[in-house]
């Protein structure tokens, strides 16, 4: 009897045991809404590195398989005691820089004016003119062009007053700057993508200086912008560009110095996508437009870029002071990535304004900005009969 007192003892203490294990196991596991067992949190042992979450971290940009979390634009408001500035809309920029213009090209507006005033023009007058406008890089073709139709009006150039005559050559001007070329930036979105930007050119024309300037053109515009630094080579570039965008609320992808610029290019269009931004504006490294093998790695910057998007505009910024060299250096770097737009840089500084006309005439380029000062709003839409006002002065 006593026997199986102490064996029903026993199956019922199994049986409490059993059921306790029971209820621990459904304290502990805990179901989501799908029905799948939440993960648990274990508490580390002492000495154990193994941190209770893991760390948060950004695989390498530009893997295929990995997401990588989109930049975080910066807020329409700045957070308190930083202020963004307000860049001017680009309408109507040349006409408020028109004076900076007139100053350095008075010269041709004035020599051009002065001997078309007069009563009789010989042989030696017309040759003048032809002079002041080759003196100012127009180029032998638009020269001759301009010359022409000026000797077919000469009857009323002669009986014509000041106001006629002023008139008569900004309208020949005009003519020869391309009127009809499309001189629109193409920056703006697409359904499911930004619209990309690349800007190149030599050392030294300004490159860096003018793709952040183009950036408060487009932020002047209502655009949102994301500039990219694939300008590697040089550390103060990027640093350089991503002060240009802090000030007007534009954020910058950069990569490490003396890395890849087709890598840091493709970063930033992808990033420019998942941040739903307008427009990409990607910074490449200047390069002598002699030197192959430099060009040959913009252009892979260019196809890189098109494995993800389309690339909707090539800016070419030339230094207005190099004169005819710089349509050489068009030609070249038009043929590595053909290029859409030109900027013409420095324009304020050259009486060589003509170059406008010789890019356009022998490439087909159409000169869509030119900068007219080192400040940072100096650059403007090309507008060819405000351009023509200002050379002739007046």
């Given at each position: 009897m006593e026997f199986v007192i102490i064996a029903v003892a026993v199956v019922v203490v199994a049986l409490l045991l059993g059921v306790g294990l029971l209820v621990g196991r459904g304290r502990r596991t805990t179901r989501l809404e799908d029905g799948t067992a939440?993960?648990?949190?274990?508490?580390?042992?002492?000495?154990?590195?193994?941190?209770?979450?893991?760390?948060?971290?950004?695989?390498?940009?530009g893997t295929e398989d990995v997401a990588v979390p989109p930049v975080q634009l910066p807020p329409a408001q700045p957070e308190p005691g930083l202020t963004f500035e307000v860049p001017p809309p680009s309408a109507g920029r040349l006409v408020r820089l028109r004076s900076r213009l007139a100053r350095s090209q008075s010269s041709l507006g004035r020599g051009l004016l002065?001997?078309?005033?007069?009563?009789?023009?010989?042989?030696?007058?017309?040759?003048?003119?032809?002079?002041?406008?080759?003196?100012?890089?127009?180029?032998?073709?638009?020269?001759?062009?301009?010359?022409?139709?000026?000797?077919?009006?000469?009857?009323?150039?002669?009986?014509?007053?000041?106001?006629?005559?002023?008139?008569?050559?900004?309208?020949?001007?005009?003519?020869?700057?391309?009127?009809?070329?499309?001189?629109?930036?193409?920056?703006?979105?697409?359904?499911?993508?930004p619209a990309v930007v690349l800007v190149v050119g030599v050392n030294g024309a300004g490159k860096t200086t003018t793709c952040g300037k183009v950036a408060r053109v487009l932020v002047g515009d209502g655009r949102s912008v994301l500039l990219g630094a694939a300008d590697t080579f040089r550390a103060a570039a990027a640093d350089q560009l991503e002060t240009w965008g802090e000030r007007v609320g534009v954020p910058t992808v950069r990569g490490p110095e003396g890395g890849d610029p087709a890598s840091v290019a493709y970063d930033a269009v992808k990033t420019g996508r998942e941040a739903d931004v307008d427009a990409v504006l990607v910074d490449t490294a200047g390069r002598l437009h002699t030197k192959l093998g430099l060009m040959d790695e913009l252009g892979k910057v260019k196809r890189v870029v098109e494995k993800l998007s389309p690339v909707d505009e090539v800016l070419l910024v030339l230094d207005a002071t190099t004169g005819q060299n710089g349509v050489v250096q068009a030609r070249v770097f038009t043929e590595a990535v053909a290029v859409t737009g030109v900027v013409l840089t420095k324009l304020d500084g050259t009486a060589k304004g003509g170059i406008v006309v010789s890019v356009q005439r022998e490439l087909g380029i159409p000169v869509k900005l030119v900068g007219l000062g080192e400040g940072a709003d100096d650059l403007a839409p090309f507008e060819p009969r405000a351009f023509a006002e200002a050379l002739v002065g007046g």
């Open positions: 939440a993960p648990t949190l274990t508490r580390p042992r002492p000495g154990d590195e193994q941190a209770t979450t893991p760390p948060t971290t950004v695989p390498p940009v002065t001997v078309l005033a007069r009563e009789k023009l010989t042989e030696e007058d017309w040759e003048e003119v032809e002079e002041t406008l080759l003196a100012a890089d127009v180029g032998v073709a638009a020269t001759t062009q301009i010359v022409q139709r000026l000797r077919t009006q000469s009857l009323v150039l002669a009986t014509g007053d000041g106001t006629a005559l002023r008139e008569l050559l900004v309208t020949e001007l005009t003519s020869v700057l391309g009127p009809d070329l499309d001189r629109s930036l193409a920056t703006d979105r697409e359904l499911d993508r």
